[in-house]
């Protein structure tokens, strides 16, 4: 596409600027782009065990997702040469692999590339070619507090209807002590709140674009998915739910203020409520598509200058050593492993007695249909597979926060939607 295009050829001039101004400076040290969740932020402690073994120093630059995206998405459009690895997911991978933004992985045969679960290797690759790894994967699901369900007579089913969420999160929410039926991600952006909406959406049997690429956002499903969304937060959810993302909502969890929670699936691995229950994703008469798939995976700009350390890093930290290596570190352990990457671990004894949350996960990431269909005439499920979706969402995400802080009712609100999402794609010359 002619943005995809245009930005290429930034990068072919930055590549060569940043390949010059780095030609002096080759040494064993690594700048690394992290998202700043859980699994990254340890995976820095378990990495000083790579140091000491390799003597390859790691500088991380850690940020939360949104902020990432923006800045990694910058530099390597351009070769700035910032980051010798990066943070990326399933929606830049395959562009970025074809475009020749990033290079491919090639690894050895210990590496074992056929472990990785196939619709994470799948999602990241370009004509059969894997461009960046996964460190670790995700679905969605329902995460809800069994004791205050109990409590309050209700039950959540997997695959459970958005009617029986609502009045399940009604039950639960009793804000005067401090406990708000449902926490659910309002913060503005393609993979903050635009990811969690777009599943509600699919439930409901709409989808982000047309058969004709045109946007969808105008839609009645569209309108029903938003408006059930917006009044389950403002009855059920915590104050300023438009600021939560992930970060914000695990400590609220955490910190026992919420019933139920539907997000990623990695949550699990850090929630610390024993009361802890699990369920597939909702859906409003249309499982396909209500619950996404996503890895966060690791990639390699092209021209970095230590494009050669830079790969065997990446071949270490999304390997099965590295799995080993969390599990018998004495700060996480095995409840703690990154998991969605690889099959071999749910065949791990000691993972399947620390993660009670691991058949519901690898049941959500195998039930994830990011394929196109009838009713989603594109490849993805919470984004779409096509280099302009991170402006639609952006626009999209903000018009959501923007209805579900009451400053736009939900129908002004996506007919912006629209309006930006037929700007950007008439610009990008779909139609």
Known sequence: MKSLRNTALGLTLGVAAATTAFADSHA???????????????????????????????????????????????????????YDIINIGMQEAPIWGAAGWIEPLNFGADYD???????????????????????????????????????????????????????????????????????LRGKPGWGDNGAFIGTIANSFGAAYLNADMTPAFDTPEFNAAVTMYVNLLQNYGPPGSEGNSFNEILALYNEGKCGLWIDATIAASFLENENVRYAQAPNAGNPVGANWLWAWAMAVPTGSPNSEEAHKFIEWATSKEYVQAVGNHPDFGWGKVPTGQRASTYAIPEFQAAAKFADAELAAINSAAPEATDIKPYVGVQFVAIPEFPEIGTAFGQEMAAALSGAK????????????????LKEAGYY
């Open 113 to 183: 590339v056929d472990d990785i679960l196939p619709a994470m290797r799948a999602g990241l690759s370009a004509d059969g070619q894997l461009y960046a790894a996964p460190f670790y994967g995700e679905s969605s699901m329902v995460m809800y507090r069994g004791d205050l369900a109990d409590a309050a007579g209700v039950t959540i089913a997997d695959n459970d209807s958005w009617d029986n969420i609502t009045a399940a999160a009604a039950a639960m929410h009793d804000p005067e002590n401090g406990v708000y039926g449902a926490c």
């Open 409 to 424: 009712s939900v129908e002004d609100a996506l007919a912006a939607a629209q309006s930006a999402a037929d700007s950007i």
């Open 28 to 82: 064993k040290a690594l700048t690394i782009a992290i998202v700043n969740n859980g699994h990254m932020i340890n995976m820095q402690k378990v990495a000083e065990a790579y140091t000491a073994e390799t003597g390859v120093a790691l500088k991380w630059v850690s940020l939360e997702e949104g902020v990432l995206r923006e800045q990694v998405t910058s530099d390597t459009a351009t070769g700035g040469g910032q």
